[in-house]
């Protein structure tokens, strides 16, 4: 008589149960999945390149075009700076033709014209500053003094002749200001040579240049004022 215990029993020994077959199977399917030793040391096998290639002719056109491109990006770099170089050098030249101008005899009377004028009216109205004025009160000064010096009575020299001097000064500097703001002249050399000038010429006229603009030209001298609010601070004239 058969015993269900023992025949349980010989069914397990004789064949597996579906979750045994199944373990053993990922057991299987993993091991497959692993990479051999073999595998993990093999080399990756090595790209031919043009460098590299068997061919020794192969190799040397690789290299000739590898410089003859470095030698184009050299070029064109040499190209740009060189193009630089004779742009500044031509900014250079326009700005000493400027300081030529700037030397010759009408503008030279010109600077002497506004200068007298100006002299004669700082030493009229030099008691109006204190001992230590402040910027503020040393710039409405210049300002009135400029004014003052388009009045009949603001110099010992005709105000016609004056009027006329000063129109000299403002072309010559409008045309300073277009030159540096166009790129036509060196900002660095125009500077060295006419911004003291021209920020004490601003600093003086101002005022009656407002006047100007107010009375119909709103134009008037504007590149001058562009000039001198663009650039560094210069240091403030001397009364």
Same mark, same amino acid.
């Given at each position: 008589?058969?015993?269900?215990?023992?025949?349980?029993?010989?069914?397990?020994?004789?064949?597996?149960?579906?979750?045994?077959?199944?373990?053993?199977?990922?057991?299987?399917?993993?091991?497959?999945?692993?990479?051999?030793?073999?595998?993990?040391?093999?080399?990756?096998? %090595?790209?031919? @390149?043009? *460098?590299?290639?068997?061919?020794? +002719? !192969?190799?040397?056109?690789?290299?000739?075009?590898? /410089?003859?491109?470095?030698?184009?990006?050299?070029?064109?770099?040499?190209?740009?700076?060189?193009?630089?170089?004779?742009?500044?050098?031509?900014?250079?030249?326009?700005?000493?033709?400027?300081?030529?101008?700037?030397?010759?005899?009408?503008?030279?009377?010109?600077?002497?014209?506004?200068?007298?004028?100006?002299?004669?009216?700082?030493?009229?109205?030099?008691?109006?500053?204190?001992?230590?004025?402040?910027?503020?009160?040393?710039?409405?000064?210049?300002?009135?003094?400029?004014?003052?010096?388009?009045?009949?009575?603001?110099?010992? %020299?005709?105000? @016609?002749? *004056?009027?006329?001097?000063?129109? +000299? !000064?403002?072309?010559?500097?409008?045309?300073?200001? /277009?030159?540096?703001?166009?790129?036509?002249?060196?900002?660095?050399?125009?500077?060295?040579?006419?911004?003291?000038?021209?920020?004490?010429?601003?600093?003086?006229?101002?005022?009656?240049?407002?006047?100007?603009?107010?009375?119909?030209?709103?134009?008037?001298?504007?590149?001058?004022?562009?000039?001198?609010?663009?650039?560094?601070?210069?240091?403030?004239?001397?009364?």
């Amino acid at each position: 008589m058969n015993r269900p215990g023992v025949k349980e029993v010989r069914r397990v020994e004789g064949k597996p149960s579906n979750t045994l077959a199944l373990t053993m199977s990922k057991e299987r399917t993993n091991a497959e999945d692993q990479p051999s030793d073999h595998d993990i040391d093999a080399p990756a096998p %090595k790209k031919d @390149t043009p *460098f590299t290639d068997g061919d020794w +002719r !192969i190799r040397v056109d690789a290299w000739a075009g590898l /410089f003859v491109r470095i030698g184009l990006v050299i070029g064109a770099v040499f190209s740009v700076y060189q193009y630089l170089a004779q742009r500044e050098e031509q900014r250079v030249a326009q700005t000493m033709r400027m300081v030529e101008l700037w030397d010759q005899g009408d503008y030279q009377l010109a600077q002497q014209s506004l200068k007298a004028r100006l002299s004669e009216l700082n030493e009229k109205y030099r008691d109006l500053l204190g001992a230590n004025p402040t910027q503020k009160e040393q710039s409405v000064y210049r300002q009135r003094i400029g004014i003052q010096a388009f009045t009949p009575d603001g110099g010992s %020299k005709p105000l @016609t002749d *004056f009027s006329a001097d000063f129109d +000299r !000064i403002v072309y010559f500097l409008n045309r300073l200001a /277009f030159c540096v703001d166009g790129g036509l002249c060196s900002r660095k050399m125009a500077d060295a040579y006419f911004r003291d000038y021209a920020a004490s010429f601003w600093s003086y006229f101002a005022g009656y240049i407002e006047k100007q603009r107010k009375a119909g030209a709103p134009t008037y001298a504007l590149a001058i004022e562009k000039y001198v609010s663009e650039g560094p601070p210069s240091t403030p004239p001397a009364n």
